[in-house]
Nanobody, 123 residues
Framework: QVQLVESGGGSVQAGASLRLSCAAS?????????MGWFRQAPGKGRDFVAA????????IYADSVKGRFTISRDNAKNTVYLQMNSLKPEDTAVYYC???????????????WGQGTQVTVSS
C-alpha cells in the first residue's frame, strides 16, 4: 500500500504564495517513483500541474503555471513540494499529488493519489 497525504492548502489573496507538501509512506512505496501534482476546479476535470522524476533531474510544468510554480522533492523525507507564487483566482482548485513509475503529464500514468488539499485564491 502507498499513502500520499497533501497539506499546505488554504485561502489567500491574489498575488500571494503557498507551499503544498505531499508526504508519501507505505510498505510498497518506491522511492524511485516520479511524483506529480494535479488540480481540479469545481465542475472541471483533473488537470496536470507539474511533475518531477525521482532524481529531481527532470521537471515538467503546465503552461499555465510555468514561471510561477516550482516542484521539488526531498527523498530523505519521501516528500514532494509545490511552491506556488503569484497566485491567481484561476488557480483555485483541489490540488492532488500522485505517484507514477515515470514522469508524465497524463493522469492515467499515475498509480497512487492523495486525498487532495483545497487552494482558494480570491481577487
Amino acid at each position: 500500500q502507498v499513502q500520499l497525504v497533501e497539506s499546505g492548502g488554504g485561502s489567500v489573496q491574489a498575488g500571494a504564495s503557498l507551499r503544498l507538501s505531499c508526504a508519501a509512506s507505505g510498505r510498497t512505496f518506491n522511492p524511485y517513483y516520479a511524483m506529480g501534482w494535479f488540480r481540479q476546479a469545481p465542475g472541471k476535470g483533473r488537470d496536470f500541474v507539474a511533475a518531477i522524476d525521482w532524481s529531481a533531474d527532470s521537471t515538467i510544468y503546465a503552461d499555465s503555471v510555468k514561471g510561477r510554480f516550482t516542484i521539488s522533492r526531498d527523498n530523505a523525507k519521501n516528500t514532494v513540494y509545490l511552491q506556488m507564487n503569484s497566485l491567481k483566482p484561476e488557480d483555485t482548485a483541489v490540488y492532488y499529488c500522485a505517484a507514477a513509475l515515470k514522469v508524465g503529464a497524463s493522469r492515467y500514468e499515475y498509480d497512487y493519489w492523495g486525498q487532495g488539499t483545497q487552494v482558494t485564491v480570491s481577487s
